[in-house]
């Protein structure tokens, strides 16, 4: 199967974003830093590109020379292991950035984020409807998701 590599536009932030990601994950990583030369389409010696890994999976950040925006129609889900990771990643990642609803964040580099607890899906498709109702009305009032208010909306009786 190919490789499927997500890749950055930045107008100049290339290598402060990948290192600023790869001080967030673990077993992350900034493998290239690739800088023009005399003949490049950016002043000679400024950052062309950088290659990193997040996690194991490779990212790929370049340096346009224009801003292009960011949306929310493209975001990277970071699926969390408890209450304490939803914490961390949830801090560091909105640092200098926004905090939006149900989840989700914009860093401060205009890219979006979904920081979830593995448990969102058992907790949003629960097999009773009206747990499920329950669970997904909490949500919709959260901005960094809360295991425990989601437990006890699906407890709640």
């Known amino acids: ?16 974003a990948a290192l600023f990601y790869t001080r967030i994950f673990p077993n992350s ?19 062309m590109a950088a290659d990193f890994v997040l ?3 490779d990212f790929t950040a370049i340096n346009a020379g224009r801003k292009f925006a960011f949306s929310e129609s493209v975001s990277f889900r970071v699926v969390c292991h408890g209450q304490k990771e939803v914490d961390h990643y949830w801090a560091a990642l909105s640092e200098g950035g926004s905090e939006g609803r149900c989840g ?7 890219v979006s984020w979904q920081v979830t607890p593995v ?32 437990q006890a909306a699906i407890d709640d009786e």
Do not use: C
Request: overall charge negative; proline content about 8%; charged content about 25%.
């Open 1 to 16: 199967m190919p490789q499927i590599t997500p890749n950055f536009l930045f107008e100049s932030s290339a290598e402060e």
């Open 29 to 47: 990583r900034v493998n290239r830093v690739s800088r023009s030369d005399d003949g490049g389409p950016l002043s000679p010696g400024s950052v």
């Open 55 to 57: 996690d194991g999976q």
């Open 104 to 110: 989700w964040l914009t860093d401060r580099f205009g």
């Open 119 to 150: 448990e969102m899906g058992s907790f949003l498709g629960h097999p009773d409807p009206d747990k499920a109702r329950r669970a997904t009305s909490a949500m919709m009032q959260m901005s960094k998701m809360d295991l425990s208010a989601l």
